[in-house]
């Protein structure tokens, strides 16, 4: 955790930026890389009847860390992405309460 679900970008451009990407989060959030889940989700994206790019959306499912910490996260995903050359993305944030999580069937909130 965080799961940076990621549109609109190929997988060839996200293996580019990903060791920069998910090192400099990790130094934000004060956690290991190995706490962060990159997907890319392949999708068909239809407008007006015709195949068209996807549009760069970046969902991202995390535990509350705070506004200032969310908005750092957000530049650095945007600078990021736009580094690749595409100018607009979106971010976009899912809080998990820790009490609705569970691994292994054990809630983050006992831990």
């Not at 996200?14 to 889940?37: H, M, R, W, Y």
């Not at 009847?49 to 995903?77: M, S, T």
């Amino acid at each position: 955790m965080p799961h940076l679900i990621i549109r609109g970008v190929s997988v060839d451009q996200v293996k580019t930026i990903s060791p920069s990407l998910v090192q400099e989060l990790a130094d934000l959030c004060a956690c290991g890389t190995d706490n962060f889940t990159l997907e890319i989700v392949q999708s068909t994206y239809v407008f007006d009847g015709n195949e068209v790019p996807g549009y760069p959306l970046i969902e991202v499912k995390w535990f509350e860390r705070g506004q200032e910490i969310q908005d750092q996260f957000a530049n650095i995903v945007t600078n990021h992405i736009q580094a690749l050359g595409i100018p607009e993305v979106e971010v976009a944030f899912s809080t998990f309460l820790e009490s609705a999580y569970y691994l292994n069937g054990k809630s983050f909130a006992s831990s």
